[in-house]
């Protein structure tokens, strides 16, 4: 197992687009979250699933942003009509049932 | 609403020094703790967590942290910093209690050690 990937690894798209990542977590983790990072800040929560549920949503999480984890595989983070806000890194992380979370290499999306 | 605070957001040190790093998680019931590490230009590794047991928690590369309930307190500590060490360093806490693993993060501590 290679731990957690996202694709892709950056993305630069114009205001009003339409985007989406993939993340596939490690194949023995039920639990996978989504989470983005500004400068200067820490991870900040979005959204996370327990097998193919979505469990919760953060208020960040506007009507733009959805996200989907079909089969409780891979999942992806779908963001409409991009705004210059929305540039950020988004994380993705999976873990077992109890226990500190795997993070991938994040999708760094630019709007520009 | 759980919240975690780091208090530095910048620290720079010289090589062999002594490190801590202060973390204050807001929740009052049960929680787990974690620091997570970023490595300039990698992405964010588990560095140590506590669950329960022995409030002293040892992790890699010789960081440990200790939790104090009193406190509300989880100090990320290196007894002699290398400069491999440089990197940012995120305190994080969930609440196992409130039904899921949702994990808050504090705003991160850039350690620069001086070779």
């Given at each position: 197992?290679?731990?957690?990937?996202?694709?892709?690894?950056?993305?630069?798209?114009?205001?009003g687009?339409n985007v989406?990542?993939?993340?596939?977590p490690?194949?023995?983790?039920?639990?996978?979250?989504?989470?983005?990072?500004?400068?200067?800040?820490?991870?900040?929560?979005?959204?996370?699933?327990q097998n193919?549920?979505?469990?919760?949503?953060?208020?960040?999480?506007?009507?733009?942003?959805?996200?989907?984890?079909?089969?409780?595989?891979?999942?992806?983070?779908?963001?409409?009509?991009?705004?210059q806000?929305?540039?950020?890194?988004?994380?993705?992380?999976s873990?077992?049932?109890?226990?500190?979370?795997?993070?991938?290499?994040?999708?760094?999306?630019?709007?520009? | 609403?759980?919240?975690?605070?780091?208090?530095?957001?910048?620290?720079?040190?010289?090589?062999?020094?002594?490190?801590?790093?202060?973390c204050?998680?807001s929740?009052?019931?049960?929680?787990?703790?974690?620091?997570?590490?970023?490595?300039?230009?990698?992405?964010?590794?588990?560095?140590?967590?506590?669950?329960?047991?022995?409030?002293?928690?040892?992790g890699?590369?010789?960081?440990?942290?200790?939790?104090i309930?009193?406190?509300?307190?989880?100090?990320?500590?290196?007894?002699?910093?290398?400069?491999?060490?440089?990197?940012?360093?995120?305190?994080?806490?969930?609440?196992?209690?409130?039904?899921?693993?949702?994990?808050?993060?504090?705003?991160?501590?850039?350690?620069?050690v001086?070779?």
């Amino acid at each position: 197992d290679t731990g957690v990937s996202q694709d892709p690894r950056h993305k630069i798209t114009k205001r009003g687009q339409n985007v989406t990542f993939r993340c596939d977590p490690i194949s023995e983790h039920n639990r996978l979250y989504w989470y983005r990072q500004t400068l200067g800040q820490g991870p900040e929560f979005l959204t996370y699933f327990q097998n193919e549920a979505q469990l919760e949503k953060s208020r960040l999480l506007s009507d733009r942003f959805s996200a989907e984890r079909p089969k409780g595989s891979f999942s992806t983070l779908e963001i409409q009509r991009t705004e210059q806000g929305d540039s950020a890194m988004y994380l993705c992380a999976s873990s077992p049932q109890a226990g500190g979370y795997t993070f991938g290499s994040g999708t760094r999306l630019t709007v520009v | 609403a759980q919240s975690v605070s780091q208090h530095n957001h910048h620290v720079i040190l010289s090589e062999a020094a002594s490190l801590e790093l202060g973390c204050n998680y807001s929740y009052g019931g049960t929680v787990n703790l974690f620091w997570y590490v970023q490595y300039p230009g990698q992405h964010l590794q588990l560095l140590l967590k506590y669950f329960s047991g022995d409030p002293l928690v040892k992790g890699i590369k010789g960081f440990e942290a200790e939790f104090i309930k009193s406190k509300f307190s989880f100090n990320l500590r290196k007894p002699s910093v290398q400069w491999s060490d440089t990197a940012e360093y995120f305190c994080a806490s969930n609440a196992p209690g409130t039904g899921g693993f949702k994990t808050i993060f504090g705003a991160g501590t850039r350690l620069f050690v001086k070779a």
